[in-house]
């Protein structure tokens, strides 16, 4: 589905209370982060917990909270709903493994960055000799998620992108033949592979960009922004951060 970029906001709050066993708290005792939960490893429900979401960002976020005294109040949304929905103040913080730019920045303020990561293209194990670079893909029907990088650097790619709402349909759309190529974040993409060995897929050796994940807080609130920036800097120096990533990447940081 999702070519009509039709969107339903899944009905799914989790709160880091259940995590933590808080108790519950105050408005102002809350930190209300929004996500999108379909972009494993770094968000993504977990079918076998009661459908709860859980990840990367998940991780990092409670831990940020139980740093702050704060209760994580963690809210699943479109990703391209997510600025306006920060903007409009019904959610404090975004962490959905957005990239840092210069056009999201005149909109939010970025913590400081927390994942290095890259784009990449993917495709079907039956066109690898046909698109190996890509400049191949000129003028090929590419699919991406709404709102991604990956979404802007395919149209850059080919004037033919088909986007969707969330990443499972759009591997999907390529293992249907929908399109020729995936454009999306790097770990993903990796992860992607890992968790699905049977699928006839392939990556690029291309990798297309550096990119760097921050945490977006409402334009201007750096208040927020420097007790976001204090809590990474010590779950990093605590080795926190670092057990966090090997948990879903494996490796160290």
């Not at 105050?26 to 917990?49: H, R, S």
């Not at 730019?101 to 005149?106: I, L, N, P």
């Not at 995936?182 to 993903?188: E, G, I, K, L, Y």
Request: proline content about 2%; hydrophobic content about 40%; glycine content about 8%.
């Amino acid at each position: 589905m999702a070519r009509n970029f039709k969107s339903s906001v899944l009905a799914m709050t989790l709160f880091a209370g259940s995590v933590f066993g808080a108790s519950a708290a105050t408005a102002a005792d809350v930190l209300k982060v929004g996500t999108e939960g379909t972009y494993a490893p770094f968000e993504f429900v977990d079918i076998n917990n009661k459908g709860q979401l859980i990840g990367y960002d998940i991780d990092i976020m409670a831990a940020v909270a139980k740093d702050l005294g704060m209760e994580l109040e963690v809210v699943n949304m479109p990703f391209d709903g997510l600025i306006p929905a920060l903007m409009t103040q019904q959610i404090d913080a975004i962490a959905a493994a957005m990239s840092i730019t210069e056009d999201r920045a005149k909109k939010v303020t970025f913590s400081d960055p927390y994942y290095k990561s890259g784009l990449s293209i993917i495709v079907r194990k039956d066109s690898q000799d046909k698109y190996k670079t890509a400049d191949d893909l000129k003028d090929q029907t590419l699919c991406a998620q709404i709102g991604t990088t990956g979404f802007m650097t395919a149209n850059k790619i080919s004037g033919k992108v088909t986007a969707f709402n969330t990443q499972p349909e759009v591997f999907l759309e390529l293992q249907s033949g929908g399109c020729e190529a995936v454009v999306n974040d790097r770990p993903v993409n990796l992860y992607y592979l890992v968790q699905n060995k049977d699928v006839a897929a392939v990556e690029l050796k291309d990798i297309l960009s550096a990119e760097e994940y921050g945490i977006a807080v409402r334009k201007g609130n750096t208040e927020l922004q420097e007790k976001i920036n204090a809590s990474l800097k010590k779950l990093k120096e605590s080795g926190e951060f670092g057990k966090i990533h090997k948990k879903w990447f494996n490796v160290e940081e």
